[in-house]
């Protein structure tokens, strides 16, 4: 079982910036494609951006693109979700989650393994 930890997250005024990490518990992290999805009060989850096993590829959603990158780190066993000029909309709990499928932003139900989540709130 793959058990996924996410840390990070507080509030932020809009413009600023926090790095939320996904910590997994298994020596086989390398085997599974990460995703961040976040949910804000009222809505539906969505996807926000995923990594490939290895890094090499990369998704956003339109919303975050050219503000937010996503990284990993096999050896430690976590993917990083750096977001910088965050603006209220950004507003959410954070999740991440893993796949052995290809990368997807959109199929959340091929996500077999989903963390607690982590606050993010953008507000002066």
């Known amino acids: 079982q793959l058990q996924l930890v996410e840390s990070g997250g507080g509030l932020v005024q809009p413009g600023g910036s926090l790095r939320l990490s996904c910590t997994a518990s298994r020596f086989t992290f390398e085997y599974y494609a990460i995703g961040w999805f976040r949910q804000a009060p009222g809505k539906e989850r969505e996807g926000v951006s995923c990594i490939s096993r290895s890094g090499g590829d990369t998704a956003y959603a339109d919303s975050v693109k050219g503000r937010f990158t996503i990284s990993r780190d096999n050896a430690k066993n976590t993917v990083y979700l750096q977001m910088n000029s965050l603006q209220p909309e950004d507003t959410a709990v954070y999740y991440c989650?893993?796949?052995?499928?290809?990368?997807?932003?959109?199929?959340?139900?091929?996500?077999?393994?989903w963390g607690q989540g982590t606050q993010v709130t953008v507000s002066s």
């Open positions: 989650a893993a796949t052995t499928r290809p990368l997807t932003l959109v199929r959340m139900d091929v996500y077999n393994y």
